[in-house]
């Protein structure tokens, strides 16, 4: 045998023991239904997904049999999907919305701590937040990003590798699975059936975790829609209104809505710290203060539009939709309209009111040439100057302010810190001394800003007033519960007890006493900010509609009190606050005021 000939044979040789070496390895991997990976894949994930739930029965008020048909329900149902089809990855993939959901749901129960499900208002406030304002927030949310990257995150991976790899899991064990799956759900329906059959106020759209959170994203997708059409639908709305004053003669109006303010922060209602310096330091005779005051709202996005219509909570949900702000009642009685925005456009309702101003300006949104611009609320004074020199006969200047929203030490020049040390790096109980310094120092700004307001009505020597109020409060680990910030789906005696305040100029004191007594008798009455700003602020101006009652009025001799304290919920349902999940202790501290 020639050399050529050898050299052939020796690499046919080495090609098939090649050959048979591949083979043999093969042969020795488990095949991609053996892959541990896809079963481990097909049993965790409901786990994974049921962890949510697990935390609102811990953390919420559910019964046994309601608790352990949020828990069991979903995961039997979701394990016996699992089970169903071999390629498991693809199914754990298409789950991927329900896991969104439910890190969604872990950041809340870490946010307010208080076993609440993803209310409609909390996808609205997804919604509605600015840039700014989620990336102020986004720093105390971070543990609880961490834990939801931690959980997800690899089941995200391996699900993906998965079904590259094309891997599944065998019949036998799906089967199992199948069955287990179905055994657990079974247990599950068990259970929710003894729940609707001793609650009677269960219901599975509201009740059961994650049915009740993809309804609430189902309204919160429908509510927006529906603002799309706000324009069409309120096109014909009018007020009818008139003025009972002469034309010729001036008036001016400013309408303050403040935000995140909560009144037991307030020195003027007895808080014992100087955050209200100026305002204390007015007579008496000149500022009527409403300490007993309560929103009806918790959400800005609620609130502000009840502050600034004539709309009641009974009637939100239906008629948002179809109705126009005081803004356009004061349009009709003649009044030159102005709208000062301390906060950036969240295309929201606040927007549409704002726009029905005959100017409007948002003082937080992007400037040509400018940027990362700090805007104070002190800041609107050089635009309050500039359209009160115009000289206008009767003027409307409504001011939307950043108030006391968080970042609270971002709301006031730090020279003006006035409460130290007011820096934190965390939002949490352990930083609640230098929480409160902050938020402290915002009030005085939002104090400093009113007295200003104030001072340039009284200098214009016309009749005129001021109204405010803040359009909710916030909580500040006050308690065991560890609540903090606002717009919980159940709110609190702090989200809810805000400051309101009015100041009449000395020339409309005189012209109508009877209004001055009348605001300074209702001083000590109850009342809802949300009831009462828009009948107030149109009673002072002798601004006359049938569409606002006047006993809601606070300078009307005929002002009635609420009857009961109500909330509007997160279905836009308007309950009492026993109903709306006020706990002993919220009762005790409103009984206090």
Not at 386 to 405: A, F, M, P
Not at 573 to 580: K, T
Request: proline content about 5%; charged content about 20%.
């Amino acid at each position: 045998m020639d050399s050529v000939s050898m050299k052939t044979a020796l690499f046919s040789v080495s090609m098939k023991h090649s050959k048979t070496r591949k083979q043999q390895k093969k042969s020795q991997s488990p095949a991609p239904e053996q892959r541990i990976l896809p079963i481990v894949l097909m049993w965790s994930v409901p786990v994974i997904l049921a962890i949510p739930a697990i935390a609102l029965s811990i953390m919420g008020h559910y019964s046994w049999a309601s608790s352990l048909t949020q828990v069991l329900l979903p995961m039997g149902v979701m394990l016996a999907l699992l089970g169903c089809w071999r390629r498991v990855g693809i199914t754990t993939l298409c789950l991927l919305p329900f896991m969104v959901l439910a890190a969604f749901q872990i950041v809340l129960l870490f946010l307010y701590a208080d076993g609440s499900i993803i209310g409609v208002d909390m996808f609205l406030n997804v919604a509605t937040t600015n840039s700014s304002e989620a990336l102020e927030l986004l720093g105390n949310l971070l543990p609880a990003i961490a834990v939801v990257v931690a959980l997800y995150l690899p089941v995200i991976v391996v699900a993906i590798v998965v079904t590259r790899k094309g891997w599944g899991v065998a019949a036998p064990r799906r089967r199992l699975a199948a069955f287990v799956g179905c055994l657990i759900a079974a247990v599950g329906t068990l259970a929710l059936a003894t729940t609707l059959s001793g609650e009677r106020s269960y219901k599975i759209d509201e009740d059961l975790y994650p049915v009740n959170v993809c309804s609430n994203m189902a309204e919160a997708f429908k509510r927006n829609h529906d603002t799309g059409d706000y324009y069409k639908d309120s096109a014909d709305f009018t007020f009818g209104a008139s003025s009972e004053r002469p034309d010729t003669m001036r008036e001016v109006y400013i309408a303050v809505i403040g935000e995140t303010s909560r009144a037991d922060n307030w020195q003027l209602f007895g808080y014992d710290r100087f955050t209200t310096p100026y305002l204390c330091s007015l007579p008496d005779s000149t500022i009527a203060s409403y300490g007993r005051c309560l929103s009806e709202s918790n959400t800005t996005h609620k609130a502000v539009p009840l502050l600034l219509s004539t709309l009641t909570s009974d009637n939100f949900g239906k008629q948002i939709n179809h109705t126009k702000s005081v803004i356009t009642a004061f349009k009709e009685a003649g009044y030159a309209t102005d709208f000062i925005s301390m906060q950036a456009r969240n295309h929201s309702y606040i927007d549409f009111f704002a726009n029905e101003a005959d100017s409007t300006v948002f003082l937080r949104e992007p400037q040509p040439g400018v940027v990362n611009a700090e805007v104070s609320d002190i800041d609107a004074l050089p635009l309050v100057d500039s359209i009160l020199s115009s000289g206008k006969g009767k003027q409307l200047i409504v001011v939307h302010l950043y108030g006391s929203h968080f970042n609270y030490c971002d709301r006031y020049p730090r020279e003006q810190a006035y409460f130290l040390p007011d820096l934190y790096d965390e939002a949490n109980q352990a930083n609640r001394a230098r929480l409160i310094n902050a938020y402290d120092n915002s009030i005085r700004q939002t104090d400093h800003l009113l007295f200003e307001l104030m001072a340039r009505l009284d200098s214009i020597g016309c009749p005129g007033g001021l109204i405010f109020a803040s359009d909710h409060g916030e909580d500040i680990f006050d308690d065991e519960r560890g609540r903090f910030l606002h717009a919980s789906p159940t709110p609190t005696y702090h989200q809810l007890h805000v400051p309101m305040i009015i100041h009449l100029t000395s020339a409309l004191r005189e012209a109508h006493p009877e209004m001055w007594a009348a605001a300074k008798a209702n001083e000590d009455q109850q009342i809802s900010s949300s009831a009462s700003f828009t009948p107030t602020l149109l009673s002072i101006a002798g601004i006359h509609t049938a569409k606002s009652d006047h006993t809601k009025a606070l300078t009307d001799g005929e002002y009635a009190a609420p009857e009961t304290r109500i909330f509007l919920n997160d279905l836009n349902r308007a309950e009492p606050l026993e109903d709306a999940g006020f706990t002993s202790r919220d009762f005790t501290l409103l009984s206090r005021i």
